[in-house]
Structures are given as structure tokens and as C-alpha cells.
């Protein structure tokens, strides 16, 4: 869900008790959760369980945001290892180390960075 958040406004959205909820901040400055943990543009805020998601946008925000902008992202747990660096997510090190190898030898693709190219 991509909401955008009016300063002084609050959304709270209905959850499944069993999915994990994450938000990340796109823009702007609010908190998150019942204990209104402060947040702000690039983090990311890991929800506890319970059965809703709550954000809120300070009052104000800087010159360069109007609103809070979110991403809230939720799934059920994997439960799996996970091995991190950089980009890249894997289960293992060794699948880490093979990703990073992957990439430097350019098997990974490309993003055009011009639309249609």
C-alpha cells in the first residue's frame, strides 16, 4: 500500500494478526504504531502483532515533502535464514557470495534507464 498522509493525520488500517507489517518512508516525517516511534524519509519500521497498522504525520513537515509518504508492506513469515549485504537478501552466505558474483559478472540483466530501450 502506498498511502500518502496529510500533516496532523493519522491512518489506521486493519491487519491479519499472522502477516508481518513493515513500513518504509518515502518522504516526510510521522510515527508509527501505538508507541508513535518517530520516523522519517528512508527508514523503515518493523510492526509488532496485533490486529492494525497505525501511521501518523507530525504536524509539519520540511520545505521539500507536503505530506508523510509510505509504503506499508506485510506477508506471513518465511521463517527462513537470512544472509544480508548490501541489495542483496539471500537465505545463506554462500548464496550471497554467489549473488554478488553473479552481478559482478553482469548475469543479473539491466534496467534500461531510458523508457523504451
Known amino acids: 500500500i502506498h498511502a500518502t498522509v496529510r500533516p496532523g493525520a493519522e491512518v489506521t ?3 491479519r494478526d499472522d502477516f508481518n507489517g513493515l513500513a518504509y518512508v518515502l518522504a516526510g516525517r510521522g510515527s508509527v504504531g501505538q508507541e508513535r516511534r518517530p520516523v522519517h524519509t528512508g527508514q523503515a519500521a518493523v510492526f509488532g502483532s496485533g490486529s492494525s497498522l497505525t501511521v501518523r504525520a507530525d504536524e509539519t513537515q520540511d520545505g521539500n515533502t507536503p505530506d508523510l509518504e509510505v509504503v506499508l508492506l506485510g506477508g506471513r513469515p518465511i521463517r527462513e535464514p537470512m544472509a544480508h ?10 548464496e550471497l557470495r554467489q549473488a554478488f558474483e553473479d552481478f559482478q559478472a553482469g548475469r543479473l540483466g539491466t534496467v534500461p534507464s531510458v523508457h523504451g530501450m
Do not use: I
Not at 87 to 94: A, E, G, L, S
Open 85 to 94: 549485504y548490501g541489495p542483496f537478501v539471500m537465505n545463506t552466505q554462500d
Open 13 to 15: 488500517l486493519p491487519w
